[in-house]
Nanobody, 125 residues
Framework: QVQLVESGGGSVQAGGSLRLSCVAS????????MAWFRQAPGKEREGVAS?????????AYADSVKGRFTISKNYPENTLYLQMNNLKPEDTAMYYCAADYLGGALLRSPNYRHWGQGIQVSVTS
């Protein structure tokens, strides 16, 4: 059974950092492309970052997070990470781990088959 479980969210002041984790079960993170998405209240789900099968493969970032967020994989732990630095109030959202890329644009939510339950990130000014 495929399952994605996020952790590491919380509340932080602007300028602070958080690291989100997504533990995968049912497949190996080394065999699939994965991504992080986020959704703020009243807004559509947006892609944050995507990473290829191997960490050295092509990664993609939303313009709004380039230079501040880093996506990575830990193969022994079968975990996807999102390191978020210099957080801003506009980063406040529910963050979702996604896996099993179906093709097409890397940061479009319909292009991923499996999803975690989401975890809240709140950034206060």
């Amino acid at each position: 059974q495929v399952q994605l479980v996020e952790s590491g969210g919380g509340s932080v002041q602007a300028g602070g950092s958080l690291r989100l984790s997504c533990v995968a079960s049912g497949y190996s993170v080394s065999s699939i492309r994965m991504a992080w998405f986020r959704q703020a209240p009243g807004k559509e789900r947006e892609g944050v970052a995507s990473i290829g099968i191997l960490s050295a493969d092509y990664t993609a970032y939303a313009d709004s997070v380039k230079g501040r967020f880093t996506i990575s994989k830990n193969y022994p732990e079968n975990t996807l990470y999102l390191q978020m630095n210099n957080l801003k109030p506009e980063d406040t959202a529910m963050y979702y781990c996604a896996a099993d890329y179906l093709g097409g644009a890397l940061l479009r939510s319909p292009n991923y088959r499996h999803w975690g339950q989401g975890i809240q990130v709140s950034v206060t000014s």
